[in-house]
T-cell receptor, first 115, second 112 residues
Framework: EPEVTQTPSHQVTQMGQEVILRCVPISNHLYFYWYRQILGQKVEFLVS????????KSEIFDDQFSVERPDGSNFTLKIRSTKLEDSAMYFC?????????????FGPGTRLTVL | DQQVKQNSPSLSVQEGRISILNCDYT??????FLWYKKYPAEGPTFLIS?????DKNEDGRFTVFLNKSAKHLSLHIVPSQPGDSAVYFC???????????FGTGTSLTVIP
């Protein structure tokens, strides 16, 4: 069964450094998303991406964040200058081209630790 | 600003009994509601959904009920099995866009 994959599974970085989190959505999916979950808190929407551009973003998704679909298969989240409070699990998700576009399929997540 | 709330952080149920997980929401613009299940070290997995035009949707052991007037939905699992032990997230989508709002989750433990 096709699945969303994410790399790396765990990323440790120093405060102020740039990180790129990578996702490979399911191949025929239409919309792509990034979410984060700070330990013990709810899953929070960051951004949605459709037709090679951002379709929605939350107030969390400020200028230090950017997303890109560089090659038609990968979907990346870049954090330019990481802060301690960026430490969280980051989940990528995608929705199908047909059928239930409201149903999101999640990847296993990348745990980001900012020191 | 918590638009989707799950007020019970945890729930324990005996195997074979019914598990009832609850969720409340505040935004009347939500048009679709979903339940996700999450195991440790994995991403959330879609379980079941319901459109705002319905009040019940059933899939095997899982049934979701929606009470629009009370802005409340619930997930019933019957019979509960030990493999159902996981964190369950309620989520909702507003009809104004494609953003999903999640609750904080309820950790379900099914005791053999």
């Amino acid at each position: 069964e096709p699945e969303v994959t994410q790399t790396p599974s765990h990323q440790v970085t120093q405060m102020g450094q740039e990180v790129i989190l990578r996702c490979v959505p399911i191949s025929n999916h239409l919309y792509f998303y990034w979410y984060r979950q700070i330990l013990g808190q709810k899953v929070e929407f960051l951004v949605s991406f459709y037709n090679n551009e951002i379709s929605e973003k939350s107030e969390i998704f400020d200028d230090q964040f950017s997303v890109e679909r560089p090659d038609g298969s990968n979907f990346t989240l870049k954090i330019r200058s990481t802060k301690l409070e960026d430490s969280a699990m980051y989940f990528c998700a995608s929705t199908p081209r047909t059928g239930f576009t409201h149903t999101q399929y999640f990847g296993p997540g990348t745990r980001l630790t900012v020191l | 600003d918590q638009q989707v709330k799950q007020n019970s952080p945890s729930l324990s149920v005996q195997e074979g009994r019914i598990s009832i997980l609850n969720c409340d929401y505040t935004n009347s613009m939500f048009d679709y509601f979903l339940w996700y299940k999450k195991y440790p070290a994995e991403g959330p997995t879609f379980l079941i959904s319901i459109s705002s035009i319905k009040d019940k949707n059933e899939d095997g052991r899982f049934t979701v009920f929606l009470n629009k007037s009370a802005k409340h939905l619930s997930l019933h699992i019957v019979p509960s099995q030990p493999g159902d032990s996981a964190v369950y997230f309620c989520a909702a989508r507003a009809n104004t866009g494609n953003q999903f709002y999640f609750g904080t989750g309820t950790s379900l433990t099914v005791i053999p």
